[in-house]
């Protein structure tokens, strides 16, 4: 159990560390809001090393903690709301065995920009948000895609951790 937890306390770790990093990096890529989700790249090698509850725990985690250290309340409740949507997605593709990692990582950027498009529509209660939706959805393939490269690179090096040292 110990063991568990220091892995899990190393992904939130991580994924906290990208996340920081990448609000570092003054990128546009051509509309606002759109970032890579370098810290997407924790949740899925975690989501398919350790299972979908540890996933989920390091994902919502992470969330919480950048929101309190870079974020404000609203940052939280996007985040919850694209995070949230998209690690449900991903489980359900992932869970299909039809997918690769990188349709399940397109999955998951995609679902995440839906799902904070639906937060915006709700918190900011004005519909014509969602026509924001297209450039998102292009943001969501190529982000999606370029993470789960990542991924699939990180777990060709990376063994099962929880059965090291048994």
């Known amino acids: 159990m110990r063991k568990k937890t220091a892995f899990l306390g190393m992904f939130v770790a991580l994924a906290l560390i990208a996340s920081y990093v990448e609000s570092l990096i003054p990128v546009y890529f051509g509309a606002p809001g759109i970032k890579l989700g370098l810290a997407n790249l924790v949740t899925v ?31 939280i409740l996007y985040s919850l709301a694209g995070g949230i949507l998209s690690f449900l997605v991903m489980c359900f593709f992932k869970r299909r065995k039809s997918f690769s990692i990188l349709g ?7 679902s ?29 393939i190529m982000t999606g895609l370029l993470i789960g490269i990542g991924s ?9 951790l929880y059965q090291m040292g048994h």
């Open 112 to 140: 995440h920009n839906l799902g904070q498009i639906g937060a915006a529509v709700i918190l900011m209660e004005n519909g014509r948000i969602i026509f924001y939706f297209p450039a998102l959805m292009v943001a969501g």
């Open 45 to 75: 090698v975690v989501l398919y090393r350790c299972g979908w509850k540890d996933a989920a725990f390091v994902s919502v985690l992470r969330i919480l903690l950048a929101g309190f250290l870079f974020g404000n309340v609203f940052s």
């Open 104 to 110: 399940v990582s397109i999955a998951g950027g995609v």
């Open 152 to 160: 699939r690179e990180v777990l060709k090096r990376v063994p099962d």
